[in-house]
């Protein structure tokens, strides 16, 4: 059935578009307004009755950045519409992004026309790109252009399932202008999604021979572990992992691009550089990166050494293989390993579940060694939790905030709600002293600058009209670039709690010019210009209320902090956008 039941409505090629838009249940699409698709605009909002709902953003990188937040925290995607050619530039850097974070999002474009007796003079050659796709190619998964309305339904049921297939990412379609503007003719046969039609194919599974001599290896090494990076972003990926962890008795190391394991489980060894000193096997689990959590880097110098033994083995489960750009290197330094299964985890973490409690139940002397091992494990986790928490002590009363004081002072008003970290993490502090118990507690870390205040929206809006709340800890320089997403959240009602980690500076790159001075012997007083962000300083509450969010601050003194959250979370419960800006240490 279409969106439009009056039968004396004259139907538009655009109408098809928001037909399968209607047939695969897009909640949201994202966008900044265009003329380009000034036909598929009308035909949301009065063929389709403003579903999907239209989302306005003050900038296309900021539409792609709410689409990647939200695809982060439901797995699911959503829609994004970027004007011609100047829009899809604009939104480039959010969708490479979006490719490196596998995030899969549905965007549409619109060029031409290309016939071009009906383009504009200037403007919609100024505007329309030869193979427009062609600029955002090398980081997305699969974009077409359809030349006709009967190539719109085939290639948008091919562009979804190829978006939704793991490894997820980004698609690209591109619709003409007036192909979009002209009228249906009703006799024609577009090929629709018929009923009953699977959406995506089945998982791939990996080979259970295969799966077994990785069961085996693990459980016969002395201190197996376990990286995972991507498996919280599988269906029960978490719940499989801890159940795999258990079974084998192997701690796991959570890279943290999605939620893994639960960081007060007896088995999570994040961030525990003892687990990866002392492995003598290590399985990565859908991981892209295993180098950076695994080495120590010489910032200065540009040396990495690894902290893992040179007789570890390495094992893997995932696509490594699979998705690979021949343009970006996010691939990484290759890991040779002696086991590789390529196959969905999904599948894969519970099959190597029942091996692996078929071997205990036939050896209970491997059996006994195994809870053994769990016992040594959990002992040593909690020695290191102990430690932290003795961390984050440290200067607690200094002015500005030093970041553990921080981490525990928003943990303190929120650790009795139904909590949602967004994306950053203060430095990993919150990961040392918030309780991440639940799958859904937090969507991945966050990612380069310019990308987070987006995508802590798009985490917003998954949870927009649901009792939990979602915390984003939110970096001053980030915010600059995109503090138009604000008005987004306010305009939109997305509640989301926005505690500002603001220390007044770009202060990573601030670190490397400190270390540049310190190697050649100039002047360290100087490292901060070109890197600055006082003299003025942004006062990101008053920023934040002009939005049409609640905005407090700047606050400099400790015990100001915890009423001030208190206050913003009473606003965030009305269903509304608060700021807290908290002026906090450098590092």
């Known amino acids: 059935m279409s969106a439009q039941d009056d039968t004396k409505y004259k139907k538009y090629q655009s109408d098809v578009i928001v037909d399968l838009l209607h047939e695969y249940d897009f909640p949201y699409i994202a966008m900044n307004p265009g003329a380009s698709f000034r036909g598929l605009h009308d035909s949301i909002i009065n063929y389709g009755k403003n579903q999907p709902e239209m989302l306005l953003c003050?900038?296309?990188?900021?539409?792609?950045?709410?689409?990647?937040?939200?695809?982060?925290?439901?797995?699911?995607?959503?829609?994004?519409?970027?004007?011609?050619?100047?829009?899809?530039?604009?939104?480039?850097?959010?969708?490479?992004y979006a490719n490196l974070d596998r995030a899969p999002i549905f965007i549409m474009g619109a060029t031409g026309p290309m016939d071009e007796g009906k383009r504009r003079p200037h403007i919609d050659w100024s505007h329309t790109a030869l193979i427009q796709g062609e600029s955002v190619r090398n980081y997305t998964k699969w974009d077409y252009q359809p030349t006709a309305i009967e190539g719109v339904p085939d290639s948008f049921m091919r562009a979804y399932s190829t978006m939704v297939t793991q490894p997820q990412g980004p698609i690209y379609m591109c619709y003409d202008a007036w192909l979009q503007e002209k009228p249906l003719d009703g006799t024609l046969d577009l090929g629709m999604p018929p009923a009953g039609m699977t959406k995506q194919p089945a998982l791939m599974g990996a080979d259970p021979a295969i799966l077994e001599k990785i069961v085996d290896k693990l459980l016969a090494a002395k201190n197996p572990l376990i990286l995972a990076e991507y498996v919280g972003r599988h269906d029960d990926g978490f719940d499989n992992l801890v159940a795999l962890a258990e079974t084998l008795g192997v701690p796991v190391w959570d890279i943290n691009d999605s939620l893994c394991f639960p960081n007060r489980h007896p088995l999570c060894a994040s961030?525990?550089?003892?687990?990866?000193?002392?492995?003598?096997?290590?399985?990565?689990?859908?991981?892209?990166?295993?180098?950076?959590?695994?080495?120590?880097?010489?910032?200065?110098?540009?040396?990495?050494?690894?902290?893992?033994?040179?007789?570890?083995?390495?094992?893997?489960?995932?696509?490594?293989?699979?998705?690979?750009?021949?343009?970006?290197?996010?691939?990484?330094?290759?890991?040779?390993k002696i086991l590789s299964a390529l196959g969905d985890p999904a599948l894969a973490m519970p099959e190597m579940t029942r091996i692996g409690q078929r071997r205990l139940e036939a050896d209970a002397a491997l059996a006994k060694r195994i809870e053994e091992r769990k016992e040594v494990l959990g002992r040593r986790h909690d020695e290191v939790w102990a430690k932290w928490q003795e961390d984050a002590r440290v200067d607690w009363d200094s002015e500005p905030l030093a970041?553990?004081?921080?981490?525990?002072?928003?943990?303190?008003?929120?650790?009795?709600?139904?909590?949602?970290?967004?994306?950053?993490?203060?430095?990993?502090?919150?990961?040392?002293?918030?309780?991440?118990?639940?799958?859904?507690?937090?969507?991945?870390?966050?990612l380069?600058?310019?990308?987070?205040?987006?995508?802590?929206?798009?985490?917003?809006?998954?949870?927009?009209?649901?009792?939990?709340?979602?915390?984003?800890?939110?970096?001053?320089?980030?915010?600059?670039?995109?503090?138009?997403?604000?008005?987004?959240?306010?305009?939109?009602?997305?509640?989301?709690?926005?505690?500002?980690?603001?220390?007044?500076?770009?202060?990573?790159?601030?670190?490397?010019?400190?270390?540049?001075?310190?190697?050649?012997?100039?002047?360290?007083?100087?490292?901060?210009?070109?890197?600055?962000?006082?003299?003025?300083?942004?006062d990101f509450g008053t920023i934040a209320q002009g939005m049409g969010c609640y905005g407090e601050g700047p606050i400099t003194k400790p015990e100001e902090v915890a009423p001030a959250i208190r206050r913003a979370l009473a606003e965030v419960k009305k269903g509304r956008p608060a700021l807290v800006d908290i002026v906090t240490v450098h590092r």
């Open 58 to 96: 003050q900038h296309e990188e900021i539409a792609v950045q709410i689409a990647h937040g939200y695809a982060r925290a439901t797995n699911k995607p959503m829609g994004v519409i970027l004007h011609n050619l100047v829009g899809l530039l604009h939104a480039q850097m959010a969708i490479y």
């Open 271 to 336: 961030m525990d550089k003892e687990a990866l000193r002392k492995a003598d096997l290590i399985l990565g689990i859908d991981v892209r990166d295993w180098e950076k959590p695994t080495a120590h880097l010489e910032s200065t110098t540009r040396v990495v050494t690894s902290l893992v033994p040179e007789d570890c083995e390495w094992m893997e489960v995932g696509f490594g293989e699979i998705g690979m750009s021949s343009w970006a290197m996010d691939y990484g330094r290759y890991q040779p």
């Open 403 to 446: 970041l553990g004081r921080l981490a525990s002072e928003v943990w303190d008003v929120i650790q009795d709600e139904d909590w949602v970290c967004a994306t950053g993490t203060l430095r990993n502090w919150a990961r040392k002293i918030w309780d991440f118990d639940k799958p859904y507690r937090h969507a991945g870390k966050s």
């Open 448 to 538: 380069g600058t310019a990308t987070q205040i987006g995508m802590s929206i798009g985490v917003g809006l998954a949870y927009k009209n649901t009792d939990k709340v979602v915390v984003a800890l939110q970096p001053d320089g980030d915010l600059m670039f995109d503090a138009g997403a604000l008005w987004t959240a306010a305009k939109h009602e997305i509640p989301l709690l926005i505690i500002m980690f603001n220390n007044r500076a770009y202060y990573n790159d601030w670190e490397h010019q400190v270390r540049m001075a310190k190697q050649r012997g100039t002047d360290e007083s100087k490292a901060h210009i070109g890197m600055d962000l006082f003299g003025p300083d942004p």
